[in-house]
Nanobody, 127 residues
Framework: QVQLVESGGGSVQAGGSLRLSCAVSGYRYGRTCMGWFRQAPGKEREGVSTIGRYGTPNYGDSVKGRFTISKDNAENTLYLQMNSLKPEDTAMYYC?????????????????????WGQGTQVTVSS
């Protein structure tokens, strides 16, 4: 059974940093595309950052230069380092994984292309 468990969310002031983690089990971790997505109330889920099976990252325009995605294959853990946080980054952040046809060298940022999801961790940034 595939399990993705996020942690590391919290409340910070604008300009601060957080590091999200996603522990993965029951999946072919090394051969998947994985990513972070977020959803604010009343908005559609959006791709924040994804990383391909060979380690190629992809970032949404709103987080480029501020967020960094990485993964530890030995620990089966995905990370998202978030710096220079803004109030508009406030959302529930979800970890996702998939190894289907959209898991290409540059992985998709569309939430529709990922079938396995964690429960989410809340990030709140105050001004």
């Amino acid at each position: 059974q595939v399990q993705l468990v996020e942690s590391g969310g919290g409340s910070v002031q604008a300009g601060g940093s957080l590091r999200l983690s996603c522990a993965v089990s029951g999946y072919r971790y090394g051969r998947t595309c994985m990513g972070w997505f977020r959803q604010a109330p009343g908005k559609e889920r959006e791709g924040v950052s994804t990383i391909g099976r060979y380690g190629t990252p992809n970032y949404g325009d709103s987080v480029k230069g501020r967020f960094t995605i990485s993964k530890d294959n030995a620990e089966n853990t995905l990370y998202l380092q978030m710096n220079s946080l803004k109030p508009e980054d406030t959302a529930m952040y979800y970890c996702a994984a998939d190894s289907g046809p959209y898991c290409t060298i540059v992985p998709s940022l569309s939430f529709r292309h990922y079938n396995y999801w964690g429960q989410g961790t809340q990030v709140t940034v105050s001004s």
